[in-house]
């Protein structure tokens, strides 16, 4: 796995501005330092998936209210959820910096958020490449939180994942995760073949895809 520069500039509020030496070398010493120390750890699990109507989504016996995350697997008879984390060795090394670096702290901050999403696109193409064999295609990822998709299916999906047990992530109780650099999220799977599914919305131009609703 490699340190996505790009995106690690785009966490840090970058927006086309030129990067300088000193926050090249920032980014370069963190990647070596994160690379070297995280442990990328998932599980996912596949569901039977049915919309019931605007606002109303069943994952087997899972329900869940929230109309953007119903948009988004409108026609989809199976979804997977999933969970992914890096580790802790970035959360330790934000908390070490911040007392002796504040400026490599953002930076490993930064690039800790770029390495998860990259370990989670990593982790959808192996769910696409599986999707594929069945006649399937992938809807974009849908994290709760986005949108009105409540964070409070954070504990369903660490219930039904498992995922203290298998991947070592646990919820405080406000539903955020430990260690921070973690992800979970619903795909649909779809018999459907869309466009811009094998693109983040965040880089897709169609910016009037009925999927980008939570961007």
């Known amino acids: 796995m490699e340190l996505n520069k790009k995106e690690t500039l785009r966490y840090l509020g970058y927006k086309g501005q030129h990067m300088d030496l000193e926050i090249s070398n920032l980014i370069d010493e963190a990647s070596e330092e994160l690379l070297h120390s995280i442990h990328p750890k998932s599980v996912y699990k596949e569901f039977d998936c049915m919309v019931q109507n605007e606002t109303t989504v069943l994952l087997e ?22 969970a992914a984390t890096i580790g802790a060795s970035a959360d330790m090394l934000i908390k070490r910096y911040s007392i002796t670096n504040l400026a490599k702290a953002s930076v490993v901050q930064a690039a800790g958020a770029a390495l998860i999403e990259t370990y989670c696109d990593t982790l959808e193409e192996t769910i696409r490449n599986e999707a594929i064999l069945k006649g399937l295609y992938l809807r974009p990822r849908f994290s709760p939180g986005y949108g009105d998709f409540s964070l409070e299916y954070q504990r369903d999906f660490f219930t039904i994942l498992e995922c203290s047990k298998r991947i070592g992530i646990t919820l405080t109780d ?42």
């Open 61 to 82: 016996s899972l329900s869940i209210n929230s109309r953007n995350l119903a948009k988004n697997l409108k026609g989809c008879e199976r979804a997977i959820i999933f």
């Open 174 to 215: 406000t539903c955020l995760m430990i260690p921070s650099k973690s992800v979970t999220a619903v795909i649909g799977l779809s018999k459907s073949k869309n466009n811009c599914l094998s693109e983040k919305c965040t880089s897709c131009s169609n910016t009037a895809c009925e999927y980008r609703d939570h961007i």
